[in-house]
């Protein structure tokens, strides 16, 4: 085989070796079923909700949404548009523990009276302060409207929503606290947070994960054309 196609062979090889570290999973999700039992004005109420939770890489943290796929309570009167608000928390697990604030915007139609509340999608912010795999969980559902407050409570212990490998300050692994997240959504424009305590934290999650990957699979792809520049002048002397 001439040399010519041993660096050919050696580089193809590098590269689709970079390409299969890049594509390792960073985070796992599913949608999980929540049977939340909510105290009313009116008296108890209670449904099942399919509850998705989403972590999309923003800055030193990430963004959560939290999803409800069905209505989990109801009003015996007219809800305008407008007046209803909604709020929960997630609660964290895993390498951290503590919860997330995630809000919402208030319901943009009228919602006819007995009628399934639909909540909107809750969105908050977690910055992560340990290094591991943390879970998302949802947690206590809060809906305000027309000057009462309804609590939702899931009460089926409700698996993970959401698992993500994430690194904290400083790289340090294992327990922890958090607290905060957002505390305002899309209806208050309100100030953000994390969990809880300061410094700077390092960028992670999916997209920095790929590019911490990527960098590796350049190192792997270097590593191999530096072999194969070695075998092709160890061919030359040899042919000399």
Known sequence: MSNQKRTTLALAAALAGSIVVAGAPAAH???????????????PKGAVSPIDIKGVRSGDGYKLTMSF???????????????????????????EQGKVQVTGPANSEAIPANTPIKISDLSGTYTPKKSGKVTFTAGVLTIKAL???????????PGPSLELDVQGAGGSSGGGSADGGST????????????????????TGPLDSAAALGTLGGTVLLTGAVGVLWLTRRGQRSAG
């Open 29 to 43: 999700a599913e949608v999980v079923d929540v049977n939340y039992q909510c105290v009313t004005p009116i008296g």
């Open 69 to 95: 796929q069905k209505g989990v309570s109801s009003s015996p009167v007219e809800l305008g548009k407008g007046a209803m608000n909604p709020s929960a928390v997630i609660e964290l697990g895993g390498a």
């Open 147 to 157: 000057g009462t407050t309804t609590t939702c409570t899931p009460e089926n212990s």
């Open 184 to 203: 305002g959504g899309a209806s208050t424009g309100g100030s953000t947070g994390g969990a809880s305590g300061g410094g700077e934290l390092p960028r």
